[in-house]
């Protein structure tokens, strides 16, 4: 049956795993979003001040490693937290299942009967799940969870650590390497079409329309090095 397999699973392609590995591509995607703008936004306005490279490559870096720890910093302790929301969801279980387990298995049922079970196919199926693996069965049936893989922080904070990286380092290798007289522009176009890759990539694993948010993350980059560069020329100190 369709809540027996799908808890008897849980041993490779399951709801921790899967959860898991979503959790390290969101990171990620969000991750190279902000590297991309983020220094996009610094190394254009500090060009629009000065010509000189060195300054601009200097301000680059330091954005880009300010922000890679910035951004893994608050998802490690984003994901932290939701891991010891999912620890403490799984610890309560755990002391009811050993307490009270008629209290438990009833939980369970209801759980099913919210689902669309029968009340007597509900009260058998937990019956049957509570005589395998009872605590893998409750976490999994009432809060999608897979008790032996929570949501890991590190893996979230790595992968955003490693996506702003390389993202940012894009427009720092774009404004840094292009001739003086297509520096702005040329670093912009390929922002621009950066932004347009991670979009749709966002849009596909979140199962969203593609061309809202390609749109959407090319409006903000573009707006971004628009305001960052009318800054830097406010500030001109072009020798």
């Known amino acids: 049956m369709w809540f027996t397999e ?3 699973a849980h041993g490779g392609e399951e709801l921790g795993s899967i959860g898991n590995r979503l959790n390290w591509l969101r990171a990620g995607v969000l991750g190279a979003n902000d590297g991309i703008v983020s220094v996009a936004g610094i190394v254009i306005g500090v060009a629009g001040a000065t010509a000189d490279r060195s300054t601009i490559l200097v301000s680059g870096v330091a954005g ?5 720890f910035s951004m893994a ?13 999912e620890s403490t969801l799984v610890e ?3 002391r009811e299942l050993r307490d009270d387990p008629a209290a438990a298995e009833d ?3 209801e759980s099913l009967e919210r689902r669309g079970l029968s009340e007597g196919t509900a009260r058998s199926a937990a019956r049957e799940l509570s005589d395998g693996d009872p605590l893998r069965a409750h976490a999994a049936v009432e809060f999608g969870l897979d008790p032996d893989d929570l949501t890991n922080p590190w893996h979230a904070a790595v992968s ?3 996506s702003f990286t390389c993202g940012a380092l894009l427009p720092l290798l774009a404004i840094t390497l292009l001739p003086d007289g297509v520096r702005v522009w040329g ?11 991670t979009g749709y990539t966002s849009a596909h694993l979140g199962g969203a329309p593609k061309g809202p948010a390609m ?3 090319m409006a903000v980059g573009a707006a971004t090095m628009v305001v960052t560069y009318a800054v830097g020329s406010a500030f001109d100190i072009a020798a």
């Not at 880009?64 to 890679?68: H, K």
């Not at 910093?73 to 939701?82: L, R």
């Not at 670093?187 to 890759?197: G, N, Q, R």
């Open 73 to 85: 910093g608050g998802e490690y302790t984003s994901v932290s937290t939701q891991r010891d929301t």
């Open 92 to 94: 309560a279980e755990r």
């Open 160 to 162: 955003s650590f490693i």
């Open 6 to 8: 799908g808890v008897e």
């Open 187 to 197: 670093c912009a176009l390929a922002v621009v079409a950066a932004l347009a890759i």
């Open 215 to 217: 749109l959407r993350i």
């Open 107 to 109: 939980e369970l049922a």
């Open 64 to 68: 880009l490693v300010a922000g890679a």
